[in-house]
């Protein structure tokens, strides 16, 4: 008996993923519309400080980021991109295009943390979205704190192993 094993550059994680996501891909036509956040993190901060949230975001029939709670922090906002980053009330979501939260882009920032968040602690978040027809709906995200994205892990790992 032949045992399979993952081609090279590829992990476990990765496998769950791509299957959780063919698996929600082959239930999408029995559903309106499906919403998907994938790779949510955040970075680390002390009590009373500001951290910000990065995460990727896909809406298969297009929606609106409204709103974003989260008992962590006094408050939570969507950013527009760049440094001197302006707050936001809304984010648009289109259809079928996968709107990255992260560094620089749009994120969203929690302000006046009323804890601190280490290194592998999780955050819990609401997003609210409204769907093109008008119906809102409440997603929740369990981010985890760290340094980098997932993925910014993962090819870190694959760089540092001898070829």
């Known amino acids: 008996m032949k ?11 990765f496998l769950v993923a791509l299957c ?4 929600l891909a082959l239930l999408a036509p029995n559903a309106s519309a499906l919403f998907v956040v994938n790779q949510p993190w955040a970075r680390p901060a002390g009590r009373g400080q500001s951290t910000e949230v990065f ?18 922090a006094e408050e939570i906002v969507i950013r527009a991109p760049g440094k001197i980053a302006h707050v936001v009330t809304t984010l648009p979501l289109p259809a079928g295009t996968r709107v990255a939260l992260a560094p620089g882009r749009s994120r969203l920032a929690m302000i006046k943390l009323k804890r601190s968040v280490k290194l592998g602690d999780r955050v819990l978040l609401t997003l609210t979205l409204e769907g093109v027809d008008g119906r809102r709906q409440e997603i929740p995200v369990n981010a985890e704190v760290r340094m980098r ?15």
């Open 3 to 13: 045992i399979a094993t993952l081609p090279k550059g590829l992990s476990q994680s």
């Open 20 to 23: 959780c996501g063919t698996v």
């Open 55 to 72: 995460m990727n975001l896909t809406s298969t029939d297009g929606a609106t980021l409204v709103a974003v709670h989260t008992a962590d």
């Open 149 to 163: 994205s997932p993925l910014d892990d993962e090819r870190r790992a694959h760089h540092t192993h001898a070829h």
